[in-house]
Each structure stands twice: as C-alpha cells, then as structure tokens.
C-alpha cells in the first residue's frame, strides 16, 4: 500500500549536490523534493557485513544524510567474498571504521554515525531512536527478534533481509501500519535446524540483489513513492533469476503487536531463540573439552597412551576447507537419520567436533541418547583449533 513519505525534506540542495544527484532529479516521482527527503533522512543499518555492504554503499551514493552503522566485528578475508565494502587492506581493521572510509569515498556529503557495540537490549532504544528508517542486514534470529520488538514498541519502520545458499528474502515491518516480523514467524526454528550462513555458504553476489532490494524499499519509504513491501514477503531465487511475493497479514493474536500483546517489553532474546537445544545443553555439561585438551589427547594416542575416534561432523565441503588431524568424517544428518550410529565403535570413546561446537553438541546428545555415555564434544571446534593450535589452516 501506498505510505506517506517518512521523513520531511531538506531545506536545499546545493550546486554540488545538485549535480550529483542529477540523475534521480531529472526522475519525476523523485525529483527535487524527494532528494531533499533523502537528504534529511537518517537511517540505521545494522551490520557491515553480507547485506550492510551493498545496503550503505546504496544508501550513501542515493544521497542519505546520515547513516548509522551498529558493527561491533573486524574484517576478516574470509568476509571479501562478499562483503564488499571492504578491501584486502582492511583486513583486521574495525567493520564499521572500513565501512565509513567506503561510504566518504563513495559520498563525501553523507555524515557517517558508527555504533561500534554489540545491538543488546541495554542499548537498542537509545540507537534506534536516533533514526527514522532501520535497515536490519543481521544474521541470527536472537537480532533479528530483538530488532522487530524495539521497533514495534518504538514505532519504527525497518527493512529487513536475510540470504541464505542462493535465496533471499525482503520484506517490510511496520507495526503501526501492517505485519511485523512475529506475524510472520511467530517464533524461531528449533535450534540447530536451520544452518547459519557460516554453516550453509552463501552465493557471494547474491548480497548485493538483497542489499539492493533493501535499499529500494528504504528510498520508497523515506520519499513516498511507489508502494512498499509492507504485507508482501519477497523471495528471490538466484538460480532461477526468480522473485516471487507472498501476502503476510497482519496477525491480530501476534505476541506483541497482536490485540492483546503479551510481549510488552524486551525479553532474553539469547534463551528465546537457543543457541542449542535444551538437550545439547545438557549433553554438553561436563562432556565438553578444549581444543588445548584436545591437542594433548592426540599426543597420547600417537604414543599409545590413549584410544579415542576423533569424528568430524560438518559437511563435506567443510571438511575440504580444513579439518583437525585424525578426524573423520561423519556429517550431522547421519546421525539425525540413525545411519551413523550402526557404525559406531563401542569399544571406544568417541569425540565429536564441528565448526563452533553447535552442531557437534548436537550430535553428542544423540549418541549419549544410544548409549554412548562417555562421549564428548570440542568446544569451539575447528574455528577455535585454527585460533590456539594450527593457524597455518585457513579459517571459513
């Protein structure tokens, strides 16, 4: 539906700016009063990664005044395949101070606000009542839950997005004039079911068709032109070049934007989601050890002092990347589907690991379940063996 334009325009635009915005000037539905729009708007992106990089890149070079940026992480190379407000040069260097640099070189009229802080509960109303718009480019659903309920109870539009392999998806959230994001997924999947974008991959490219959706439905909400995706859930398939839109209503039993919210203030978000599931967690309690004990494991069996079977349970192409010596490989879902525990030796202890410990304390619970009672699992797994023991591997 058609939404009035968000924000009030500039008083005006300059020589300079004139000409280099001359492009969206010369278009009508945009013209001078909704360049002056764009210039007035301050607008919120949350994360400098995957979507945040094509997002503010956009959002700059289409003329936005001021742009916030929540980034509390550091570029790392494996992030360049995608994230590409960042260079080889920034490596190491502060997401959202790379990101400013970008954003200056590409638009030098653009006041740049960075928020380099972890987006929590203490601190999301103070941030988001800066702007007018938010643009969400987060990755896990605790985020994604925090940022819907903030904006709600502060009556907040934002665009949001999320990739995943070769899809994406877009959508618009508004409380106060349709859906938000509980309306459409009342509550997040079962922990451990839905592999995070450092688990699954992402196709590189696809974020910038995202972050530009994205980017689009912002410029259509702060001038008032065309009509936003509010209600409508937009599911881009990259390999087919295919969008497709669904209707989301508004659902009046929501938790918090319902008829009778029963969600009223800000919640533990970390425990709402899980991180793992009530069983892991509890399969994890005193089976868990280091990557450093780990290490001295595999020194005393190399010397015979000690029988264990190391087991790897991440996918293949994971596994391709790098791995821990002597492991083998036997994914999650084999031990999901039971396949996995037919080959299981019971004659000695088993030691599982994965990317994080995630997925692998998942599976430890599976096999405590079948009787594997001194099993354990790798905290942290590769991700911390590559940090503290083996950094010659690479890291994905």
Sequence with gaps: ?????????????????????????????????????????????????????????????????????????????????????????????????????????????????????????????????????????????????????????LHKPYVWGSIFRFDGQVSVFWADNGPCYRCLYPEPPPPGMVPSCAEGGVLGVLCASVGAAQVTEAIKLLTGIGDPSLGRLNIYEALDLNWRSLKVRKDPNCAICGENPTV?????????????????????????????????????????????????VREPNEYEINKIPGSVLIPKADFQTGVALEKLPQDKQLVFHCKSGVRSAEVLAI???????????????????????????PSY
């Design 1 to 153: 539906m058609s939404l009035p334009p968000l924000v009030e325009p500039a008083d005006e635009l300059t020589i300079d700016e004139v000409r280099r915005y001359s492009r969206h000037l010369i278009i009508p539905e945009v013209g001078m009063a909704g360049q002056k729009r764009l210039k007035n708007a301050k607008v919120l992106v949350i994360g400098a990664g995957g979507l945040g990089s094509p997002a503010l890149l956009y959002l700059a070079a289409a003329g936005v005044g001021t742009l916030g940026i929540v980034e509390f992480d550091t570029v790392d190379e494996s992030n360049l395949q995608r994230q590409i407000i960042h260079g080889q040069s920034d490596v190491g260097k502060s997401k959202a101070q790379s990101a400013k640099e970008s954003i200056l070189e590409a638009n030098p009229y653009t006041n740049v606000v960075l928020h380099e802080t972890r987006l929590d509960n203490d601190n999301v109303f103070e941030i988001f009542e800066q702007y007018d718009l938010i643009v969400d480019g987060t990755d896990n659903f605790a985020t994604r839950y925090l940022v819907n309920d903030a904006a709600v109870l």
């Design 367 to 393: 096999a405590k379940g079948a009787g594997f009672s001194d099993a354990v699992h790798v905290g942290g797994g590769v991700v911390a063996w590559v940090d503290q023991i083996d950094p010659s591997q």
């Design 264 to 312: 009223t203030e800000l919640i533990d978000y970390e425990n709402f989601c899980g991180a793992i599931t009530e069983e892991a967690a509890d399969a994890a309690v005193g089976s868990t050890i280091s990557v450093k004990q780990l290490s001295e494991w595999i020194k005393l069996k190399d010397n015979g002092e000690k029988d264990f079977v190391l087991i790897d």
